[in-house]
């Protein structure tokens, strides 16, 4: 079973860069199918994604983020990473990893982790 | 971007009620609809993808429908663990994008 598993600080200052990492298990990350996601939550509200990757290394940033965004992936970690850089108060949420593909469901996703921006 | 209008933004229903949610597109995006169910604290789940198809596990009470502009999702006889938030989402084009959420509550 497929399972995605997000890591990485739960507290960035202003203006520096949000940096978050998840790591895929009990499925293939190469699979030419596949496309992981970050899709981000703000506390008490709606769903915003961030963008995807593919395994060979094709990126879809959402165009309202791209300037800031990178989604990198390692797959002989199997993981894949979000960066987001000057980041303010408006970029806290739960920021969640996922098998998203940039047209078409999101099946699988991690737990979520939450993201304060505050100095 | 395409924008994706939920309704009612919220419904209070008792258990066995049948509950209806609406979702409207800003243009047609053909069957590319999904709908997520969220109780709080945890991921969203995928309930129903390409409009009217079941994802594996998801109770038959759960339905979807519409194509073009207009969709719903509907449960039969609501269920106690069924009270939870729902998004819509559009997949027909990139980005993606999410309805604001239809919070279902205990009447």
Redesign the interface.
Do not use: H, K
């Given at each position: 079973q497929l399972q995605l598993q997000e890591s990485g600080p739960g507290l960035v200052k202003p203006s520096e860069t949000l940096s978050l990492t998840c790591t895929v298990s009990g499925g293939a990350i190469s699979s030419n199918n596949n496309y992981w996601g970050w899709i981000r939550q703000p506390p008490g509200k709606?769903?915003?994604?961030i963008g995807s990757i593919h395994y060979s290394g094709d990126t879809?940033?959402?165009?309202?983020l791209k300037s800031r965004v990178t989604i990198s992936i390692d797959t002989s970690k199997t993981q894949f990473s979000l960066k987001l850089s000057s980041v303010t108060a408006a970029d806290t949420a739960v920021y969640?990893c996922?098998r998203?593909?940039?047209?078409?469901?999101?099946?699988s996703?991690?737990?979520?982790t939450l993201v304060t921006v505050s100095s | 971007d395409i924008q994706m209008t939920q309704s009612p933004s919220s419904l209070s229903a008792s258990v066995g009620d049948r509950v209806t949610i609406t979702c409207r597109a800003s243009q047609s995006i053909i069957s590319y609809l999904n709908w997520y169910q969220q109780k709080p604290g945890k991921a969203p789940k995928l309930l129903i993808y390409a409009a009217s198809s079941l994802e594996s596990g998801v109770p038959s009470r759960f339905n979807g429908g519409g194509s073009g502009t207009d969709f719903t999702l509907n449960i039969s006889s609501l269920q106690p663990e069924d009270f939870a938030t729902y998004y819509c989402q559009q997949s027909y084009s990139s980005p993606p994008t999410f309805g604001g959420g239809t919070k279902v509550e205990i009447k």
């Open positions: 709606g769903l915003e994604w879809y940033y959402n165009p309202s969640y996922a998203a593909p940039p047209v078409g469901a999101t099946d996703w991690g737990q979520g | -």
